[in-house]
């Protein structure tokens, strides 16, 4: 028992109350700490939320502005023959399917409008012409060979036109899925952005046939014009080197250079008999604003965790010189 003489009048305090009394303390003080935290775990999962909207919402914009383009190296390489029309139409399409997947639909549905603007054509001439190239596309075969098999197949397997709703649809084959989807390993990526300003419809092959080598760090690539041709499937077309030269070679290489993100340059190659054998292209990849600020970023981040690295190493020789770390 406790007398407070200061007050005249006993108290009486039992020690047991004064713990139960510091416990209720305690216990509000951690129910107090556990609701701030509540909140703050709250209003972090919100920001958190908010900004991986915002990340979402600018990797939907990016996939909706970039179109690409994913191929097999051996549909790269196929023999076969496209006008410029309808290659467009399959790049396109292309660019619709979702190449990771092993399973995807293969009707794919493309707006007149969004085919005019996309290559700057002219609505009169499309209207024109779209039912003459749906045909001539549904007959053209993709010819794959190497030292076991050849395959032959078909772009397309059908095709529709509505003059009323202004769009088409094709359906890819079976056989040429194998060659679009499921890629994991030799196949090559492009923006479709680089071709659609294409002029010539072997820019487009001979653009593809480089672009291959975009990641195999490789700037040049030999190819015999019989391969070429071949390729091109005009093995009985351009009998005289210069004639091929001039409506092939040198304008699908003056396109590239101007359209695309490939600067490149060729060589003859010529043989015993002075006859020219094969075409050498020397080429370099050429990167956009939004690609070298990229790499710049890429380049920072490395060159700030060395920086960090070799911080924490001074810090941790300074702690073991002071005998502070064992």
């Excluded at 609505?123 to 032959?152: A, G, M, P, Q």
Aim: glycine share 0%; with cysteine.
């Amino acid at each position: 028992m406790i007398i407070d003489n200061s007050n005249n009048a006993f108290d009486l305090f039992d020690d047991d109350d004064d713990i139960d009394f510091d416990n209720e303390i305690i216990k509000e003080f951690d129910e107090a700490v556990a609701k701030n935290s509540v909140i703050t775990t709250s209003a972090e999962q919100t920001k958190n939320k908010k900004n991986n909207d915002v990340i979402r919402q600018v990797k939907t914009e990016e996939q909706q502005q970039k179109l690409l383009v994913y191929k097999s190296n051996y549909l790269v390489n196929a023999s076969y023959k496209l006008s410029l029309n309808e290659q467009r139409i399959i790049l396109l399409a292309i660019s619709k399917l979702d190449s990771r997947e092993e399973f995807c639909e293969r009707t794919i549905q493309i707006k007149s409008n969004e085919f005019c603007d996309r290559f700057k054509i002219k609505k009169s001439d499309f209207y024109n012409t779209i039912n003459l190239t749906l045909d001539s596309l549904f007959n053209r075969v993709v010819r794959i060979k190497n030292d076991e098999i050849k395959h032959e197949f078909r772009f397309i397997s059908s095709k529709k036109y509505y003059n009323n709703l202004s769009y088409f649809e094709i359906t890819f084959s079976n056989e040429i899925m194998n060659y679009l989807i499921d890629l994991k390993d030799n196949f090559s990526k492009y923006d479709l952005k680089h071709v659609v300003n294409f002029k010539n419809k072997h820019s487009v092959r001979i653009y593809e046939m480089l672009n291959e080598f975009k990641y195999k760090n490789i700037k040049k690539r030999v190819i015999k014009i019989e391969e070429l041709k071949e390729c091109l499937d005009l093995k009985n077309e351009y009998l005289r080197f210069n004639s091929f030269r001039e409506s092939v070679i040198d304008k699908a290489v003056n396109e590239i250079n101007k359209y695309t993100n490939i600067s490149v340059r060729y060589n003859k190659i010529y043989n015993s008999s002075k006859y020219v054998e094969a075409i050498e292209f020397i080429f370099n990849f050429k990167y956009s604003d939004v690609e070298n600020k990229a790499k710049i970023n890429t380049d920072k981040k490395f060159y700030n965790k060395r920086k960090m690295e070799e911080k924490n190493s001074d810090i941790k020789a300074k702690k073991i010189g002071m005998g502070l770390v064992l």
